[in-house]
Nanobody, 116 residues
Framework: QVQLVESGGGLVQPGGSLRLSCAAS????????MAWHRQAPGNQRELVAR???????YYADSVKGRFTISRDNAKNTVYLQMNGLKPQDTAVYYC??????????WGQGTQVTVSS
């Protein structure tokens, strides 16, 4: 099973930006999809953005136009560029990889806090 390690979280003021990274122990090109999810206290984990092996991207309505998912196959890393951050974006952000057999792998999460 692949190991996923997130980084890049932190405290940022409203309107600010952060870039999250998800480093995989294996080739990300071998996965059918990679995604970022988030979970705020008291809420269910929700999908934020997904990128398919084909390069097709999907975004939750709440982040469209502000967040961008991308990948660097050579570095086995997926990124989430977050601009125009809002307090409601505060959550633990998790990276997920889907294998072609349906197996899901999750990272340990990285905290993002948006506050003045």
């Amino acid at each position: 099973q692949v190991q996923l390690v997130e980084s890049g979280g932190g405290l940022v003021q409203p309107g600010g930006s952060l870039r999250l990274s998800c480093a995989a122990s294996g080739s990300i090109f071998s996965f059918s999809a990679m995604a970022w999810h988030r979970q705020a206290p008291g809420n269910q984990r929700e999908l934020v953005a997904r990128i398919l092996r084909t390069g097709t991207e999907y975004y939750a309505d709440s982040v469209k136009g502000r967040f961008t998912i991308s990948r660097d196959n050579a570095k086995n890393t997926v990124y989430l560029q977050m601009n125009g951050l809002k307090p409601q974006d505060t959550a633990v952000y998790y990276c997920k990889a889907n294998s072609w057999t349906g197996v899901e792998s999750w990272g340990q999460g990285t905290q993002v806090t948006v506050s003045s």
